[in-house]
């Protein structure tokens, strides 16, 4: 009988998205049968990633059969994220990996004046943890939920807890990707939907931080390990559009001057910042590594990658775990009757 794992990457259409089933493509066994699951909003992003997918596994010598599925998921929809859970627990009996790349923004623009004067105050400082992102206060999604908790977190969440059976049924792995800037500075137990916050990108990432060391003894229990990781700083789609040629690669500068100038976290490229997600799905010994730990992408100045662990306070995980299990318990009932088909051949 031939291996066969199944991989779902949220968000894949992004470039660390695209990179890590890149990366999970080149580390998994070669003669194991691969099913990565593309997911996305919409259906034409879903294909430009698949074929972009597909052109790289062609450079391999790969034995092993890759094939492609998909979901469409908005985590910003419940309704969306019930319809993913049904779509995955009819096609799989056993997922092996699971990724959460989710990383939705409500930013404003640049504060131009601002990212001036942190370049010219602190080079380094001004590429690593900038704060000239303007954010705004307040967004919800139409479930009534605060968008980027919903988007980066909650939504998820609830898709995990959804699919827990078949995760364990494939003794998986749970990759959250985490933030260089998760700082616990940035998010309070009083604004837990971050809808008071002007950081909420960087408050939702802090939620992940600890939803993670609240959740990963218990999964472990069941069979399932589950990570928590950051990828550094690397060239990000979300935020290019407020950049205009000359910004543009003026910031693509400022990262290579960064690292040349010691820091370890400017990976710069997406295949680098996919280091530490890969790692832990395929090399690291759960018997050993320790899963309270958040494992880095980083990357010397002449551009080696390794992997960097650091500690992670946890001030604040319990109480976050009782917040998302009573709110997990109110959308189980309010999505009780919800059952909806929006799948399309591709």
């Known amino acids: 009988m031939v291996d066969h794992k199944v991989a779902v990457i949220t968000g894949t259409n992004s470039n660390l998205g695209l990179n890590i089933a890149y990366r999970l493509v080149e580390q998994i066994d070669p003669n194991v049968r691969l099913t990565l699951v593309v997911t996305s909003r919409t259906l034409p992003r879903v294909r430009e990633a698949v074929d972009l997918i597909q052109l790289h596994v062609k450079k391999m010598s790969r034995v092993g059969i890759v094939d492609y599925d998909y979901l469409l998921v908005d985590f910003t929809d419940m309704v969306s994220i019930l319809t993913a859970y049904y779509d995955l627990t009819k096609k799989y009996k056993e997922i092996h990996y699971f990724y959460v790349n989710a990383a939705q923004g409500v930013y404003g623009g640049i504060d131009w004046i601002g990212a ?15 704060t000239y992102k303007i954010q705004r206060v307040g967004v919800k999604s139409r479930d009534g939920l605060g968008l980027v908790f919903q988007a980066n977190v909650f939504g998820p969440y609830y898709l995990i807890q959804k699919i827990l059976p078949q995760l364990i049924a494939g003794k998986a792995v749970v ?34 931080d600890l939803l993670h060391l609240a959740t990963y003894k218990e999964l472990r229990k069941c069979g399932v390990h589950q990570y928590l990781v950051q990828p550094g700083i690397f060239i990000s789609n979300s935020f290019s559009i407020y950049l205009n040629f000359f910004t543009y690669y003026g910031m693509l500068a400022l990262f290579y001057l960064a690292r040349w100038l010691g820091s370890i976290w400017h990976n710069i490229d997406g295949y680098r910042a996919a280091n530490a997600p890969v790692y832990v799905a395929t090399l690291a010994n759960p018997n050993f590594e320790d899963q309270g730990l958040k494992y880095g992408s980083a990357t010397d100045r002449h551009g080696m990658e390794y992997i960097e662990k650091s500690e992670v306070d946890s001030t604040g995980a319990s109480d976050v775990l009782k917040y998302f299990e009573t709110l997990k318990q109110e959308w189980d009932e309010n999505l009780k009757d919800q059952i909806t088909n929006t799948r399309i051949p591709i």
């Open 116 to 130: 001036v004067k942190e370049v010219c105050t602190n080079v380094i400082e001004s590429v690593t943890n900038p």
């Open 175 to 208: 990759v959250w990707i985490s933030s260089l800037m998760s700082d616990p500075k940035y998010f309070s137990l009083g604004d837990i939907q971050l809808l008071r916050s002007d950081v909420s990108y960087e408050g939702s990432k802090r939620l992940v």
